[in-house]
Nanobody, 123 residues
Framework: QVQLVESGGGLVQAGGSLRLSCAASGRTFSSYAMGWFRQAPGKERQFVAGINWDGSTTYYADSVKGRFTVSRDNAKNTVDLQMSSLKPEDTAVYYC????????????????WGQGTQVTVSS
């Protein structure tokens, strides 16, 4: 397993941008597909974006497509989520997660999770 720590959350006005980063420990980071999820109060954890082990393929939820970009740097053991044109409905705790399998939208497919970082978008 890998240990994951997210950073970069905060308060931003609607239409603004934020960049989340997830730092991983462990020598096998490049063997994992990575996902970003979010969870708003009273709602289930929701898939946001994913990236395969070498960064050649990315996946996005329809709600963020065209606004969010996921990327990874295996040399630095990091995966980032660039968020633009933010909306109030993007407000949530954002988590990064790792899976030894391919990118999946189901949270149950991921076995390592970060502690989460709060993103709040004001209208």
């Amino acid at each position: 397993q890998v240990q994951l720590v997210e950073s970069g959350g905060g308060l931003v006005q609607a239409g603004g941008s934020l960049r989340l980063s997830c730092a991983a420990s462990g020598r096998t980071f490049s063997s994992y597909a990575m996902g970003w999820f979010r969870q708003a109060p009273g709602k289930e954890r929701q898939f946001v974006a994913g990236i395969n082990w070498d960064g050649s393929t990315t996946y996005y939820a329809d709600s963020v497509k065209g606004r969010f970009t996921v990327s990874r740097d295996n040399a630095k053991n990091t995966v980032d989520l660039q968020m633009s044109s933010l909306k109030p409905e993007d407000t949530a705790v954002y988590y990064c997660a790792a899976t030894p399998l391919v990118v999946a939208v189901a949270a149950a497919a991921y076995h390592s999770w970060g502690q989460g970082t709060q993103v709040t978008v004001s209208s």
